[in-house]
């Protein structure tokens, strides 16, 4: 709004700022907040109202809420208006007059003010009064993470609140809508889900369509939905696999193809927000975890979107592995450098795909800008600690500390970080020795974190004992000193560890001793890092620290307790009262090892001075050991007193607790199937009274209308037709090849020829499996996934691994989503995954080798465990040739079919194998006729298997087979 609009408003503003004072500007409010409230009793035209309004605004903004309660009153009066600026300004004043959403009881207040005015300009039939609206919504119900507080069902503005989501839903899944809408209505929709999570996670039906906003050909729309999409990924996480393959093929047309529309170039760089938001998507769908197992691993992608993602990745490294020109351009391509390579070392990219990554963000190492710098340092780290791959040795190490002394802390830190993350077996000696010479001319607050790395790789790849107590020891000694808050360097977890090492080591002891003795007699001389003086380190306390508890226990293993004891008497009375505390007790185990020396009576001398101390714990201390001293003459009751200390349990190290930085981000190579995700059981609740899943989980998806007869036509032929309808058709092929079968869906586009129509935003959102999470019995694969955009026909594969026995009521369930002519669609189909599709035929010589084997079955397992008999009435299509002709299709190999007339006493025997991952069974069967008026024209099927309870499951599923009519 121009201030030539608002002359008022604008001399007002600059009167405030002549203010002499805090009391004359308060003054000036005071009257102007007297005249606005006199001047709103008045009859005022929209201009009037908004310059007034405007005051109060400023004011409120300068920290003045007292007395201008009243303009919310008129800013919701302004917004009833039906003049566009005048709305705005209304909800801008009520968005900071009203925005005091610091508990639910806030939000729910803010809502009763403008509940009315929202739906009233939802519902209006101009787009421009919706997005205001729909941005409010945006902007002020828009929680922050951490904050504690939802809305659910037992809150009274819950029904208001629902209202409000469920507009705002309608505009993002609305086809006729502008983008600028339902962008706005994305991110508006996005911050009501954060605010009534179980909204979105009991509409199930909610979701597909959210999902398949990542697709949506509008970039602007894409880039609007990530956040809400990743959301109900969280929520949903197994839903998380149906929208990978989208996203791999939008990155790789933008990003190796060059698809993009000329709108959305930066400079000549394709839409690189788009690129580096996917990719960053993507990433943090590999690092999701539903109970501590990763909701997503490379084996979830089928072999086409792996490929794209690899492409894409590989394509971003050599784009910025060029010589760029101009800096906006430098920029983008860095940008999605940094992203890519985060990715790339969850596709299990080959070594020379990651050195190359290594040397591309290498080259901007020496970039002078400083936050390219930081992010190259920070893509580095996380590549080398994910993918194991160290930076190079020669030029990289060298250039990473002389990063150590960058202007910049934050890239000093990271580049901290990475030599950690790179230190290797070849390398640490020397990274250890280079930060041991860098830490006393280190930043205060690195010297911390830099102790704690250089602790922790010493510990690590040491493979001398001498030379991990030496280089410890100089540590304690160069970082002896303290912040500005009286806290060391080196906390106590360094220096702690060290004894823990030494007490469990007994070659070590010995050494150690004689190591602090020098170090105490010979403090180190420090290069002076390029100044005139060379650098004395002072008295460090750590080491003073282990001194007194390594000399106290094993002191006597060498032959200079005079020294020792007076090495220690000098620094006491220069360190703190707890070290002091540990020195009392450290020349108490003197006075006990060596009583005859001369330095007893000097220790008796300090027991007693130190007895009428100030500090409790120092006097205690030494009053109780006055009183051991000198009980007897002999330290009788003082050698009773002191024993040896035993080895630490514990060989934990507690630093890396406080390492930071990457120690934690190494990648996980476990490759978890599509059934492997875990989710709730349809039998959770009566299976045992602990129930730890996802309470929102929805157990029972319901399946599409007309599913059956694609089920039960699957169940009888390896080959036809799954479903069909006005909009789509499956096929199906079914390929068994031992205990693997692999279906082969054909998906073709029925609207192509009714309304000449594609198929858009196809998507597999779930696969479904019913086999259970701990052993299952089977594990799916999606191998193919199909296209996006079906013009024709595309096709989808999925792999299925028979592990063991599978029961009737484990098939699984395939959901997919597609648009066509501008309606949402989805489909959940049942297809059959039972045992009998593994069967093949077996032969056998003869009728009488097939009784030969019936016995045997029969004698072994019983026919409680090895068979079982059920009575069947085929449908009526079932005649006696078309029930030899159904078991010969299903694999088995008929060995003997009596003759069909007479129609009397029929009687098929067949034979096959039944093939699992775990074992593989003989199953038998006869097939005969009953003689009964009762059931005519029924049939006995008794089947024997090799394996104990698997008849009665082959027989269930023919009887099922054989009663449904196609």
């Known amino acids: 709004m121009a201030p030539s609009q608002m002359k008022g408003l604008t001399q007002f503003i600059i009167n405030l700022r002549n203010s002499n004072d805090s009391e004359e500007e308060a003054k000036r409010i005071n009257l102007e907040i007297n005249?606005?409230?006199?001047?709103?009793?008045?009859?005022?035209?929209?201009?009037?109202?908004?310059?007034?309004?405007?005051?109060?605004?400023?004011?409120?903004?300068?920290?003045?809420?007292?007395?201008?309660?009243?303009?919310?009153?008129?800013?919701?009066?302004?917004?009833?208006?039906?003049?566009?600026?005048?709305?705005?300004?209304?909800?801008?004043?009520?968005?900071?007059?009203?925005?005091?959403?610091?508990?639910?009881?806030?939000?729910?207040?803010?809502?009763?003010?403008?509940?009315?005015?929202?739906?009233?300009?939802?519902?209006?039939?101009?787009?421009?009064?919706?997005?205001?609206?729909?941005?409010?919504?945006?902007?002020?119900?828009?929680?922050?993470?951490?904050?504690?507080?939802?809305i659910d069902e037992s809150d009274e503005n819950s029904s208001e609140w629902l209202e409000l989501i469920d507009m705002t839903y309608s505009f993002v899944t609305s086809p006729i809508h502008k983008p600028i809408v339902k962008r706005k209505a994305i991110i508006a929709l996005f911050a009501l889900s954060k605010l009534y999570p179980k909204v979105i996670i009991n509409n199930n039906n909610w979701i597909p369509r959210i999902l398949t906003l990542i697709d949506d050909k509008d970039f602007d729309i894409v880039i609007s939905s990530m956040p809400l999409v990743e959301y109900v990924v969280r929520l949903k996480p197994q839903f998380i696999k149906s929208i990978i393959p989208a996203?791999?093929?939008?990155?790789?047309?933008?990003?190796?193809?060059?698809?993009?529309?000329?709108?959305?170039?930066?400079?000549k760089i394709p839409a690189p927000w788009l690129v580096v938001g996917l990719l960053h998507l993507m990433e943090q769908f590999f690092l999701m975890k539903?109970?501590?197992?990763?909701?997503?691993?490379?084996?979830?992608?089928?072999?086409?979107?792996?490929?794209?993602?690899?492409?894409?990745?590989?394509?971003?490294?050599?784009?910025?592995s060029q010589s760029i020109k101009g800096l906006p351009n430098r920029n983008s391509q860095s940008s999605i450098l940094f992203q890519a390579v985060s990715l790339a070392v969850f596709l299990d990219a080959s070594e020379d795909a990651i050195h190359g990554a290594i040397n591309a963000l290498i080259l901007l190492l020496n970039s002078p800008d400083t936050n390219t710098r930081y992010l190259a340092l920070d893509a580095l780290t996380k590549l080398t600690s994910r993918s194991n791959i160290p930076v190079g040795v020669d030029d990289t190490i060298p250039k990473l500390f002389q990063l150590l002394y960058d202007k910049d802390i934050s890239v000093r830190r990271k580049a901290l970080d990475l030599l950690y993350a790179t230190c290797t077996p070849l390398t640490f000696s020397s990274i250890i020795n280079r930060l041991l010479d860098y830490f006393p001319f280190s930043d205060f607050s690195l010297k911390s974190e830099l102790g704690i790395k250089i602790a922790v790789l010493a510990e690590r790849f040491a493979t001398d004992s001498t030379w991990y107590v030496t280089t410890m020891l100089k540590l304690l000694s160069i970082g002896g000193g303290y912040n500005s808050n009286g806290v060391s360097y080196i906390g106590n977890e360094v220096w702690e560890r060290i004894v823990q090492i030494i007490v469990n080591n007994e070659d070590l002891q010995q050494k150690t001793c004689k190591l602090i003795i020098n170090l105490l007699k010979n403090?180190?001389?420090?290069?002076?890092?390029?100044?005139?003086?060379?650098?004395?380190t002072g008295l460090s306390e750590n080491l003073i620290k282990v001194a007194g508890f390594v000399l106290g226990e094993y002191g006597h293993l060498v032959n200079d307790a005079d020294t020792q004891f007076q090495l220690l008497y000098e620094s006491y009375f220069r360190v703190s009262l707890l070290t002091r505390a540990m020195l009392l007790s450290t020349f108490l185990k003197f006075l006990v090892k060596f009583p005859d020396n001369d330095f007893v009576p000097e220790i008796i001398d300090l027991f007693e001075i130190e007895s009428k101390s100030m500090d409790?714990?120092?006097q205690t201390r030494a009053y109780e050991y006055l009183k051991l001293a000198t009980i007897s003459s002999n330290f009788e009751l003082a050698q009773k007193t002191i024993k040896p200390l035993p080895a630490f349990v514990n060989v934990e190290s507690s630093l890396l607790h406080r390492i930071g930085g990457y120690h934690d981000i190494s990648r996980r190579k476990s490759r978890v199937?599509?059934?492997?995700?875990?989710?709730?059981?349809?039998?959770?609740?009566?299976?045992?009274?602990?129930?730890?899943?996802?309470?929102?989980?929805?157990?029972?998806?319901?399946?599409?209308?007309?599913?059956?007869?694609?089920?039960?036509?699957?169940?009888?032929?390896?080959?036809g037709i799954f479903f069909e309808s006005p909009l789509i058709k499956l096929t199906y092929r079914i390929l068994k090849e031992g205990n693997n079968i692999l279906i082969r869906f054909t998906i073709i586009n029925n609207s192509a020829k009714t309304a000449g129509t594609d198929i858009t935003k196809f998507t597999v959102l779930e696969l479904e499996s019913r086999a259970g999470d701990t052993d299952p019995s089977y594990l799916l694969n999606l191998k193919q996934v199909p296209e996006s955009t079906i013009r024709d026909k595309s096709v989808l594969e999925i792999e299925i691994k028979v592990r063991s026995v599978i029961e009737n009521n484990e098939s699984p369930i395939l959901s997919v989503t597609f648009m066509c002519g501008g309606s949402f669609n989805q489909l959940n189909l049942k297809f059959p995954v039972l045992l009998i599709k593994t069967l093949s035929a077996t032969i056998l010589g003869s009728e009488d080798d097939f009784e030969k084997r019936w016995l045997q079955i029969g004698e072994l397992l019983g026919t409680n465990e090895g068979e079982y008999t059920t009575t069947v009435i085929p449908s009526a299509s079932f005649t006696y040739p078309n029930i030899i002709r159904l078991l010969s299709r299903l694999g088995f190999a008929i060995v003997y079919a009596s003759p069909e007339n007479p129609p009397s006493n029929l009687l098929i025997k067949g034979a096959g194998i039944l093939h699992t991952q775990k074992s593989n069974y003989g199953v038998l069967t006869k097939v005969k006729s009953i003689e009964s008026e009762v059931q005519e024209n029924g049939y006995n099927i008794v089947v024997r298997c090799t394996g104990g309870g698997i008849a009665e499951v082959i027989a269930l599923t023919l009887k099922e087979i054989l009663q449904e009519d196609l």
């Open 35 to 150: 005249n606005i409230q006199t001047k709103f009793a008045t009859n005022l035209n929209g201009y009037q109202q908004k310059k007034y309004l405007c005051k109060l605004v400023y004011i409120y903004l300068n920290g003045y809420h007292e007395g201008i309660e009243f303009g919310l009153k008129h800013a919701i009066e302004l917004v009833d208006s039906q003049v566009y600026s005048e709305k705005q300004l209304g909800y801008l004043a009520i968005s900071i007059l009203a925005n005091k959403n610091s508990s639910k009881i806030d939000l729910n207040n803010t809502l009763n003010i403008v509940y009315p005015i929202l739906i009233k300009d939802l519902r209006s039939n101009n787009e421009d009064i919706n997005c205001l609206a729909i941005q409010y919504i945006a902007s002020n119900f828009n929680l922050s993470d951490n904050a504690s507080y939802q």
């Open 247 to 267: 996203i791999g093929l939008k990155l790789f047309n933008i990003v190796v193809e060059g698809k993009c529309p000329e709108e959305y170039y930066y400079y």
């Open 290 to 320: 539903d109970k501590d197992i990763p909701v997503l691993c490379i084996s979830n992608l089928d072999d086409q979107t792996l490929n794209n993602f690899r492409q894409v990745v590989s394509t971003s490294i050599q784009n910025a």
């Open 523 to 536: 403090p180190l001389v420090l290069s002076a890092n390029g100044k005139s003086q060379p650098i004395q």
């Open 616 to 618: 409790l714990e120092i």
């Open 673 to 719: 199937l599509a059934k492997n995700i875990p989710r709730k059981s349809p039998t959770a609740d009566i299976t045992n009274g602990e129930d730890d899943t996802n309470p929102f989980d929805d157990t029972k998806t319901a399946l599409s209308p007309n599913w059956y007869s694609g089920y039960y036509r699957m169940l009888h032929f390896d080959a």
